[in-house]
């Protein structure tokens, strides 16, 4: 696996500004660096979401589309106030042993990477009506820093839903941070439009380094 082109520029953003932070005086020109990295260097293709609650996860979170299966995440998916729901399994490989597909039926399916195809799961919680599916690394810790793409399993199967992949540290502290609150979802609002945004405006969770 490798770090992308668009990591590293997060990485030099997170940098200028943790400079500014120690010597704001002397940062003008740092700052002046970042009107050469675009918010659209950054996007490359990406989609966006954030999590309007729980408080405790009020931020804008990256996703990177599935290569060459599933619906596209474009104008007709918008969804200001959806319900981001753990999956019951978690791994969602068995749509017969899923438990909480009623809560899946209209919101966002929230899975873990493994055991079986990126497709298997899109395609198993399709079933049970979700609008969307979110593919986290939950299990390997050593991976959970890295972008996973997600394709075709080239089983002739089709799911008609978006797909996306969430970097796992992203993943591991949403799914704690719900445990924790003894909640069974969050709310979110997908996709979000940053075009706009300057990048050190992106409301990025603290631990990420983007």
Known sequence: MMI?????????VTLILLACDIDFANCK???????????QDIIAGDVFFEVLDPEEL????RLRPAKDFGAPF???????????????PFDACSSADIV??????GNVAFVERGECS??????????HGARAVI????????????????VHDNTGRETNIPAGFLIGINGRIILQTLKKLRRNYAIINIPVNLTFTPPH????PPWMGW
């Not at 909480?100 to 039926?105: A, F, V, Y």
């Not at 990126?118 to 079933?127: D, G, M």
């Open 4 to 12: 992308d082109v668009h990591l590293i520029l997060i990485l030099l």
């Open 135 to 150: 593919v986290t690394e939950s299990s390997v810790p050593e991976e959970e820093e890295y972008y996973i793409e997600m």
């Open 29 to 39: 020109g740092s700052l002046h660096m970042l009107d050469e990295i675009t918010t």
């Open 100 to 105: 909480n597909g009623d809560s899946l039926e």
């Open 58 to 61: 009020e931020y804008t979170y």
């Open 74 to 88: 474009n104008a007709s998916f918008r969804f200001p106030r959806i319900a981001l729901v753990p999956v019951v």
């Open 118 to 127: 990126f497709l298997t799961k899109a395609i198993n919680v399709e079933k």
């Open 201 to 204: 405006q992106i409301n990025h």
